[in-house]
């Protein structure tokens, strides 16, 4: 298909078209004459793919890059590749406290998790804990352990959801997805069981106002 | 203090603190002469706030100001704190498909949620649907269930933080502190679970090779 028909078809503009390729996220079209390229429903596919990770999964250009690099690598260990996603989230400029780093790893080896250092979740999750230190709240011995015991039942449902995938291909790219936009999805759910948990404790402000 | 301490004990520049009080996230100090104000350690407090919000949060400063006057407002129910806690995500600029709205209400009524059809998640988790679909994967029926039985735990978790505050104006600032740095740090403990799990159900790339 024409790049037109491609721009329709997956809903991105020829002019993203052209830089997705430029910037080696998308593999080029075939050219078949002189100022006509080819292209097939993968690229339709790919820029979906894209688009998802981008637009809803929040990564950066560069970011997207390299998990596709990553599912299009047939020699990549799924664990591998499982490391690409993790590694895309955003870099913090100041690493975070030496103490809040201990924290959050014997956290993880509390639940019996074995994991190495360098994971990315360890300053993200001690960059948290440096945030709460400096506003002078020291509240989350409690929270930590909840929190470590949720992500392990996200975690199992992360890897159920791999283990349905079947070919490498569709695995990489459950891998992938699954990542980046399992952050948001469980962001959204998070906030209506917040709902849900504070009517159930406290009811509804409403409710309140009759009962006075 | 003048501005030159309360800018070394909050760490934020002169120019920032200056910014912020004309965005009206910080209060005014008391002028005290020509050219020189004077700011108590509330100031410092608020500083801090506002920096683990927009910088570790991921905050826009529209946003913050928001939750900042929600913590402020002392006639406003917690419930409603939440709410606005909830509201400070990131806007997609289209809405989500009527379908997978209907999917992530069902999914809540099937928890035995009580929640509002408005509440933020409710588009937030509808959207990531979206993303799947369009890139032809429908297989969040088993994922969706697993997601919310782990919010439910995490939820519980932010609400026992907040029973635990104390007066209502610490109440208010967990709400929005637990909200907003929640899901950073929920997203790093993920992380390190799916390490783990991985690791449990597979074993490391390297042992893979030795037994082969």
């Given at each position: 298909m024409r790049i037109s028909e491609l721009s329709a078809h997956a809903g991105v503009s020829p002019a993203s078209i052209k830089f997705y390729t430029r910037e080696e996220l998308l593999p080029a079209g075939e050219r078949?004459?002189?100022n006509q390229t080819d292209y097939t429903q993968a690229h339709v596919d790919r820029l979906r793919l894209i688009r998802a990770l981008i637009?809803?999964?929040?990564?950066?250009v560069a970011a997207a890059r390299d998990v596709l690099r990553a599912i299009d690598d047939?020699?990549?260990p799924l664990p591998h590749v499982l490391g690409e996603a993790q590694h895309a989230i955003p870099k913090r400029s100041t690493p975070a406290r030496a103490e809040s780093v201990q924290r959050v790893v014997a956290a993880a080896a509390e639940r019996g998790w074995c994991v190495s250092?360098?994971?990315?979740g360890v300053e993200l999750a001690a960059g948290v804990l440096d945030a709460y230190e400096v506003i002078g709240r020291h509240d989350l011995t409690t929270t930590l352990p909840q929190y470590a015991a949720a992500a392990e039942l996200v975690a199992a449902a992360d890897l159920d959801a791999l283990d349905r995938s079947g070919s490498r291909e569709a695995m990489a790219e459950t891998v992938v997805v699954g990542t980046v936009l399992g952050d948001s999805l469980f962001a959204g759910l998070r906030r209506l069981a917040q709902q849900a948990e504070t009517h159930r404790r406290y009811g509804t402000p409403e409710n309140e106002e009759k009962k006075s």
């Open positions: 078949t004459g002189y637009e809803v999964g929040g990564l950066s047939e020699r990549m250092t360098d994971n990315p």
